[in-house]
């Protein structure tokens, strides 16, 4: 060891022992120097210490924060899933709205009818209507929508 951290340490000891030869008032007087010296820092360092508990008691945890990420996915889809039925819904009632202008505002009087099936196979592309003769359809009557005439 060098000469230097010899002294520093005889020192130290030389001043350990002058304290425990202190008589105890004299001890508690210097508890109490010290205790003040020193106070300012003690309150700073539990003050920070009950501001970072402050702070980490308004951290989620990670794990919270994954299933609360998970359980807002699951709603989103649920919310994308019905946006979608929704405007698929609109797009629907504004085609019969036209529908039903068109319907209300032709001269001719009009039967409305669904197509049921569909012939794709032949030139021709045949379709079969909901609508007969109980209904006043006869054969070769014209078959119209709101764009004009389409069939026959």
């Not at 209904?135 to 004009?148: F, I, K, N, Q």
């Amino acid at each position: 060891m060098k000469s230097t951290s010899i002294a520093v340490i005889g020192v130290f000891a030389l001043l350990v022992i002058l304290v425990l030869l202190l008589p105890q008032s004299t001890k508690q007087q210097m508890q109490g120097a010290l205790f003040q010296l020193i106070s300012p820092i003690l309150r700073t360092g539990a003050s920070v210490g009950h501001e970072l508990g402050g702070v980490r008691g308004g951290l989620k945890r990670l794990d919270e924060l994954e299933r609360e990420n998970a359980q807002l996915k699951s709603e989103n889809e649920e919310l994308r899933a019905a946006n979608s039925l929704l405007k698929n819904l609109e797009s629907e009632v504004s085609r019969l709205n036209r529908a039903l202008r068109f319907r209300e505002q032709s001269p001719v009087k009009l039967i409305p009818a669904r197509i049921i099936s569909r012939e794709s196979a032949t030139w021709w592309n045949t379709c079969t209507i909901g609508c007969g003769s109980k209904d006043g359809v006869a054969p070769d009557m014209a078959v119209v929508t709101e764009s004009g005439l389409v069939a026959r």
